[in-house]
């Protein structure tokens, strides 16, 4: 309520103040019941000015809360401008600095799939390929030297090729061929990795059969197998410099002659004796002391196993069976499964192993001539001039020291 109502309630109540008294006047003038229903007038009109006065403090305090809800007013319509103004910038950085933001992101995510595409090629490209070459030339480095130190320590001991000295023209023989045994070993003997992958198959023969004898185990080739495989097996080699490559490989090699190793050996203490490669340097004689002493040193149910050139193919048994200067004479399988049951071994089975590659053989690729009686006939003697030329090299016997049989 404003001002000016007050003033004018102020104005009524001073001309109703004078009234009162005129009235009063009166009164003293009137009767009693006049005077009576004059106060009664007077108490009304004094609870009327007492509610006036209470309606002028509910009107102060109205005009107070219409002045604070103004304020109120005022301060919300300026939260509605920095509202405004918030938004505002919220959308500037929504189109332009968001924007941006995301832009690097993908720049960045970009970048990241970039390298992550080349960590992945170097992975599984790149590392294996060069690991694989690292490990093939470690491996050939290793090689290398292992057989540049057998060849040292072959000249610095002048040593000749191991050979029976039965008669003074083998001694001579043996003395004559030292300048040229380190070329004879690699050149004969083959690739180390070769042998092993060929010796893999005579693992199933005799890992039941431990510990295992391997004579004349050159550099070891075997025995590195069977150790792998958790056999037991030690070796015999008479070549000096092929012992010291063994033992530098932790082999168990000993460096002795073949028929004094076994004689050393007690009867029956041996589960296999391996021989690859070995029977054909010995003389008749000779052959059937070792074949006799292998029998005694294996258990019984042991096993023998060798290996040695195959005569029955022409082209090994002609001419690269003599390649070999130590050899003495092509052993037949026939002739050596004589030799084992003259010694009381008995012969299990023969193998062919090693033929040629098929691409040296007559009828390569499986060629064939027309139909035809004559050209039958020659295809069969194709067929069998492969097999006397073309066919295994290698043959291997497996005897067997009969259960219940002494020494």
Not at 52 to 58: I, K, N, Q, S, T
Not at 288 to 296: F, H, M, P
Request: hydrophobic share 40%.
């Amino acid at each position: 309520m404003s001002g000016s109502g007050r003033e004018r309630r102020s104005t009524e109540r001073n001309a109703e103040g004078s009234h009162h008294g005129v009235m009063r006047a009166l009164a003293a003038m009137l009767p009693w019941r006049l005077a009576r229903e004059i106060d009664q007038l007077r108490e009304r009109q004094e609870r009327l000015d007492r509610d006036e006065l209470r309606l002028d403090a509910v009107e102060s305090r109205l005009d107070a809360l219409g002045e604070a809800l103004g304020e109120s007013g005022r301060r919300q319509d300026s939260s509605e401008g920095t509202l405004r103004t918030l938004q505002e910038v919220l959308e500037s950085i929504n189109t332009v600095r968001l924007s941006a933001f995301d832009q690097r992101i993908d720049h960045m995510e970009a970048g990241l799939n970039e390298a992550t595409g080349e960590v992945l090629r170097l992975r599984d490209g790149l590392i294996p390929s060069a690991e694989g070459r690292w490990n093939a030339l470690f491996e050939r480095l290793a090689l290398e030297l292992e057989e540049t130190a057998s060849l040292v320590e072959r000249m610095l001991a002048s040593e000749p090729l191991p050979v029976a000295e039965s008669s003074e023209v083998e001694r001579d023989l043996a003395h004559g061929l030292a300048k040229i045994q380190p070329l004879l070993v690699q050149a004969f003997r083959g690739a180390e990795a070769e042998i092993s992958h060929r010796m893999e198959s005579v693992l199933p023969m005799i890992e039941e059969h431990a510990p295992v004898l391997d004579l004349g185990c050159g550099r070891g080739e075997l025995l590195l197998l069977l150790r792998e495989a958790g056999i037991e097996a030690r070796g015999i080699e008479s070549d000096a410099a092929l012992v010291q490559g063994a033992v530098r490989r932790g082999l168990e090699v000993d460096h002795a002659d073949v028929l004094d190793a076994l004689e050393a050996c007690e009867g029956g203490s041996v589960g296999a004796v391996t021989a690859f490669h070995l029977f054909e340097h010995f003389s008749g004689a000779l052959l059937s002391e070792v074949l006799n002493q292998c029998r005694r040193v294996l258990c019984p149910g042991g096993v023998l196993v060798a290996e040695c050139p195959n005569p029955h193919n022409l082209r090994v048994g002609a001419s690269l069976f003599w390649q070999d200067p130590t050899h003495v004479r092509p052993l037949l399988p026939e002739t050596l499964s004589l030799f084992l049951e003259a010694s009381g071994l008995s012969v299990g089975n023969i193998e062919y192993l090693h033929p040629f590659p098929e691409d040296q053989h007559l009828a390569a690729g499986g060629t064939s001539h027309a139909d035809g009686a004559n050209d039958h006939r020659i295809d069969r003697l194709e067929s069998r001039l492969d097999e006397l030329l073309h066919g295994p090299r290698d043959f291997r016997v497996l005897a067997v020291k009969e259960q219940g049989s002494g020494n």
